[in-house]
């Protein structure tokens, strides 16, 4: 990378950031965290821009956080991902320095401080500056002309499509100003066109909120107009650091390096092609890292699929370059690293990622291979397209997104047929219907055999828990039968069953089936499952004692204890549901429910965590409608009528003309065949046990209720009371003992590693006398070789052993350590390289050399020209790899 000639102002990605920030709080502004990648807005996937935390505010639907606001906002876009690596500046992770006023100061004091910043921090030159305003903007050009400055020549009046921001078609919405640096002012300021990309860079936007749009087109001035602003971290890294792309920053660039020496290659060297591959890996590496990070996990929808498209990318950019083995991890190991000081939750939540970068890559591996040979031999038929059948094969079979293909097919001057991809598509949808139709399993073919020779079930169950009922039909051990006998496993068909069959969510009833059977001695069924077959009940059981036969009379007895753990279960699901919405989301759906005798599950659409503290407003709303003793009422009506009452259907379930409505007075109304308690204080407790993502937009709660509380309670109390024991504290001490512990244990740690710091640095002073003196650099000065194993020390600890090394030996120093962190664990090696100015441009690279050294102990990594740590995990083979650095740096440098 070019040096920046400018010395004591901003320049690395984070010194960039720390200023942007400090500039404005400074100023008044509230410092904000960077919100998650996974938005609460569910108009859109993910987050895209840096305002789009604040979109609530802006529109008036949430109260500001403060008066006025800054923050680094990461953000993820793909819609132009065919540009990543091809054009200067196109990512699809980056992060957005932005600063807001809400209803506070306006147009003039935002221009004043963005022309103070950027030429007075970051000490831009304004001869490389030109702004761009609104073309109606008079107001906005003449406070950069008469109250900042500017060059008239350098203020660009642009039209509505460039500079002018709305919300939608309706609401909040005003003109842009934008600030472009100019990479080649000496052009002049006649004729300028900021849609030159090789001369200008669009750097700082400045939107003033000062309309509100109406269905007609009017714009109406807002009583409070707010500010919203985006400067470009990366855009504004390439400028200061003065390099000829964004790729090319300290944001970037060391994970290009880490590639590049996985490949076995150096970036300079490479022709477009290797470079853009590279450039891909660099920014798609930050990308996946902080989706998985932020709770995405690669799947076929939504989220999950812009990160398995990513994903895959990645490997194959990878494959292009000769990566003939899992990397994945190891771009996921150094994007944290180069990612954790500004985002510390990478580190907490490292295995995660890891492990899902792991295991998607494993998956794609599988089939990759054979894919490419048949897109191969595709291309090699020069065809004038990909048909849709062979798309689909390579979607269908080999896992590739059609965008994969589509991209790979532009590479060749190819297109896909997509409306033979779509139909294709279709066909599979239609075969794997018809295929859930005709699976043929033994016991559910006897058991479709009677059921459907059967007249539907009579379901007594919601008035009586006890019922005579006659056996229509059996299932033994597998085959109709018309007889069966203690020990057997049958399935029955009854004319009649107070049994709730599975359905709705909630399981089937337990209970037991009894009478005198056909041998006059009495029998005993027990009944473990109940489902349903169209509309006929079957019943799944053992024939405890005795025998029976089809045309029996039984007596079928449920569980009561069970129905009434379902029964509160099942109203608690109601509750819960009424609770999301009236806390979380009136929008909010079911997604699919699980209602047990022990517990509850609800999954709901929802694109974003509930917090703890609305799981506990839940909680205490739903406790609060149990104890004020609603009593239910439910009814059958047409399903319009139901509707049109208010009732809540499940999205995309199938309903027949006349429902059934449970109502729970002025709390919830549902479309439900399930059992339910006649008053809400039966239910006794609820309590929520956890909270978790199960799909793209898909969480879920998991609850119990009535006894089940009980039993919750006194397994935690299992966990509570030895704890309480063993700190010698009350049980509500035990968090703040802990807490303490583990701060004694981080101070120890901490304490630990400046000793094996100091250690490691007293060791390697040590060394000093040893460096060796090899040919020679500018102006005959020999160059200073040392490479030494030192173990015990972690990466840290050998990294400023390293670099202390290079310090005292100069310029001409090439210094390569190597060890063991734990002398007894061979199976972790690290490296370090530290190159001093002669060395390097001598030709060696610290993050190149150091990366392939590394391969000799199964490992791989990399850094800066000057400094790189890597690793392995065959300790075994260090010696040998560091006598191979020895002899290949005196090679290099004799």
């Known amino acids: 990378m070019a040096a920046n000639p400018r010395t004591g102002l901003p320049k690395s990605g984070a010194e960039i950031r720390a200023a942007f920030l400090d500039f404005y709080e400074q100023r008044g502004h509230q410092p904000m965290a960077s919100a998650s990648l996974i938005p609460d807005d569910p108009t859109v996937l993910l987050t895209i821009a840096g305002m789009l935390p604040f979109k609530p505010v802006f529109l008036g639907q949430q109260q500001r956080p403060a008066p006025r606001a800054t923050s680094s906002q990461k953000c993820i876009r793909t819609n132009d991902i065919e540009n990543v690596g091809r054009t200067a500046r196109h990512h699809t992770f980056f992060e957005m320095l932005g600063n807001f006023s809400f209803g506070d100061y306006f147009k003039e004091q935002a221009i004043q401080w963005a022309w103070e910043l950027s030429t007075g921090v970051f000490g831009l030159s304004p001869r490389n500056l030109v702004v761009s305003v609104f073309r109606e903007d008079d107001e906005a050009e003449a406070i950069w002309r008469d109250g900042v400055g500017v060059n008239p020549k350098r203020i660009i009046r642009m039209d509505e499509a460039d500079n002018f921001w709305a919300s939608g078609p309706t609401g909040p919405c005003g003109p842009c100003s934008e600030i472009y640096y100019d990479f080649k002012p000496e052009l002049g300021n006649d004729g300028i066109d900021l849609e030159d990309d090789s ?11 000062q309309y509100n749009r109406d269905a007609e087109g009017t714009l109406t001035p807002l009583a409070n107009r707010n500010i919203d602003t985006g400067m470009g971290l990366e855009r504004m890294a390439q400028i200061l650091q003065a390099v000829p792309n964004n790729y090319e920053t300290d944001l970037i660039y060391p994970l290009i390096e880490t590639a590049a020496g996985l490949a076995g290659i150096d970036y300079c060297a490479q022709g477009d092609k290797g470079q853009t591959s590279l450039k891909v890996i660099g920014d798609h590496s930050r990308a996946i890292t902080q989706l998985i990070c932020d709770g995405v996990t ?29 990397f994945l991890t190891a771009m996921g190991e150094a ?13 907490e939540r490292r295995e ?23 897109l191969a031999d595709v291309l090699a038929a020069k065809p004038r397209q990909i048909s849709g059948a062979q798309a689909f094969e390579l979607y269908d079979t080999y896992g590739f997104p059609l965008e994969l293909t589509e991209e790979i097919a532009e590479e060749h001057g190819l297109t896909v047929d997509l409306a033979g991809f779509e139909a294709a598509m279709e066909a599979q949808r239609q075969r794997a219907k018809a295929a859930a139709v005709s699976i043929d399993l033994t016991l559910q073919e006897a058991i479709d055999q009677v059921a459907s020779a059967a007249e539907a079930t009579a379901f007594k169950g919601y008035e009586a828990l006890e019922h005579p009922s006659c056996v229509l039909a059996l299932v033994v051990n597998g ?29 089937g009833d337990r209970g037991v089936l009894s009478g005198t059977g056909t041998g006059g001695d009495g029998v005993i069924v027990s009944i473990e ?67 047990d005798f022990d517990r509850l599950r609800f999954d709901f659409h929802c694109p974003r965590a509930v917090n703890p503290a609305e799981l506990e407003q839940i909680e205490a709303l739903i406790n609060g409608w149990i104890s004020e003793a609603h009593t239910l009422q439910v009814a059958e009506m047409a399903i319009e009528q139901a509707k049109a009452a208010g009732a809540v259907a499940m999205f995309g379930e199938k309903y027949a003309d006349v429902v059934r409505v449970v109502d729970v007075p002025g709390v919830s109304m549902e479309l439900c065949g399930g059992t339910h308690v006649a008053n809400t204080a039966e239910i006794g407790l609820f309590k929520i046990v956890a909270e978790s993502g199960v799909a793209a937009g898909i969480r879920r709660i998991e609850a119990v209720a ?3 509380v009980l039993a919750y309670l006194k397994e935690r109390e299992a966990v509570v009371k030895p704890l309480a024991e063993r700190f010698k504290a009350q049980p509500g001490e035990i968090v703040e003992r802990v807490g303490q512990l583990a701060d004694e244990l981080k101070a120890t740690q901490k304490a630990l590693a400046a000793a094996r710091a100091e250690l490691a640095a007293a060791k390697a002073a040590a060394l000093v006398a040893q460096a060796q003196a090899v040919g020679a650099g500018a102006g005959g000065v020999p160059f200073q070789l040392m490479v030494a194993r030192l173990d015990g020390v972690e990466g840290a600890g050998l990294q400023g052993a390293a670099q202390g090394l290079a310090d005292q030996l100069g310029d001409g120093a090439a210094v390569v350590l ?8 061979l199976g972790k090696v690290i490296l370090v390289a530290a190159f001093g100015k002669a060395v390097i441009a001598a030709g060696p690279k610290a993050g190149a050399f150091i990366g392939g050294v590394a391969k000799a102990c199964g490992g791989g990594g990399g850094g800066r020209p000057n400094l790189a740590q890597a690793g392995g995990r065959d300790g075994a083979a260090l010696d040998g790899a560091l006598a191979q650095a020895r002899a290949e740096l005196e090679a290099k440098l004799s």
């Open 529 to 595: 499952a109940v489902s349903r077959n169209r509309s006929v009940f079957v019943h799944s059981g053992r024939v405890e004692r005795g025998s029976l036969a089809v045309g029996d009379l039984l007596n079928a007895q449920v569980d009561r204890a069970c129905r009434r753990r379902a029964q509160a279960n099942h109203t608690a699901t109601h509750l819960l549901q009424a609770a999301l919405k009236q806390v979380v989301d009136p929008g909010i759906g079911q997604a699919g429910s699980l209602v």
């Open 352 to 374: 995660v990622i890891l492990a899902e970068l792991a295991r998607e890559e494993a998956r794609f591996l599988e089939t990759l291979e054979r894919g490419e040979k048949l």
């Open 335 to 347: 994007s944290i690293a180069l990612m954790q000081d500004a985002y510390p939750q990478l580190v």
């Open 199 to 209: 001369r200008f860079i669009e750097f700082y936007n400045l939107v003033f909120m």
């Open 818 to 825: 190597g060890g063991l962190p734990d002398p007894t664990d």
């Open 706 to 708: 009535g006894p089940a």
């Open 479 to 507: 085959e109709p039968a018309e007889r069966a006998v203690a020990g057997d496993s049958v399935q029955l068909v009854l004319d009649s069953t107070p049994f709730y069959g599975e359905g709705g969510g909630q399981v």
């Open 298 to 326: 690669a799947s076929n929808l939504g989220r999950g699929y812009i990160l398995r498209r990513l994903l895959r990318r990645v490997v194959r950019h990878g494959r292009l370059l000769g990566i003939d083995k899992p």
